[in-house]
């Protein structure tokens, strides 16, 4: 069955970068895209873009160009996201999912989260 | 500020049928699928319906999903107290060549 395993917790003081980690399983590794989605306490879903596991190709919105990098390994299959000069307002869980098809854009099976707090 | 946007909750009692909007414009709703998210308390969100209206496998059918122009809906009839959730749409965004959600909808079982 598919599964995607993440990393734990982690703690930050701002200005610090963390790597979270997302381990797929129970499918071919590079036969799909992985999407990263955060959501800070109380707050909706928002998008931090996709990798190409089979490519290493990103694709990242505007806010966070420069600040968020994607990689894989497909020796390992896991993929990181990282996330550079954090602030209080990154605290957040970060999720990473399976996109389904590139079609529709559903993202079918999710990483249980990774809960990143940023505090002084 | 979502680009898509849903109602902050809806409620409803045992056995009814409650309805979730989700509104955009051309540039998403209107010209790409919608697909719908649960989120269980404390939970990673759970594809519930993609394409607009296709249930993955092990959703029951009285969860249901519909597109019309720039707006869509997702229904849930039958209301049982474990479907208490928040939903949330999605959807690309050809303007912004990007992943959105919706603000998200609370959904309370009286």
């Known amino acids: 069955q598919v599964q995607l395993v993440q990393s734990g917790a982690e703690l930050r003081k701002p200005g610090a970068s963390v790597k979270v980690s997302c381990r797929p399983s129970?499918?071919?590794?590079?036969?799909?895209?992985l999407h990263w989605v955060r959501q800070a306490p109380g707050q909706g879903l928002e998008w931090l873009g996709r990798i190409n596991p089979r490519t290493g190709g990103t694709h990242l919105p505007p806010k966070f160009r420069g600040r968020v990098a994607m990689t894989g390994d497909t020796s390992n299959s896991v993929v990181y996201m990282e996330l550079t000069r954090l602030t209080y307002d990154d605290t957040a869980v970060y999720f990473c999912?399976?996109?389904?098809?590139?079609?529709?854009?559903?993202?079918?099976?999710w990483g249980q989260g990774t809960l990143v707090t940023v505090s002084s | 500020q979502s680009v898509l946007t849903q109602p902050p909750s809806v409620s409803g009692a045992p056995g009814q049928r409650v309805i979730i909007s989700c509104s955009g414009d051309t540039s998403n709703i209107g010209d790409n699928s919608v697909n719908w998210y649960q989120q269980l308390p404390g939970t990673a969100p759970k594809l519930l319906i993609f394409g607009d209206s296709q249930r993955p496998s092990g959703v029951p059918d009285r969860i249901s999903g519909s597109k019309s122009g720039t707006s869509a809906s997702l229904a849930i009839s039958g209301l049982q107290s474990e479907d208490e959730a928040d939903f949330y749409c999605?959807?690309?965004?050809?303007?912004?060549?990007?992943?959105?959600f919706g603000g998200g909808t609370k959904l309370t079982v009286l």
């Open positions: 999912a399976r996109l389904g098809d590139n079609s529709n854009n559903h993202l079918d099976f």
């Open positions: 129970g499918y071919t590794f590079t036969g799909y895209y």
């Open positions: 999605g959807a690309w965004d050809d303007n912004l060549n990007g992943l959105i």
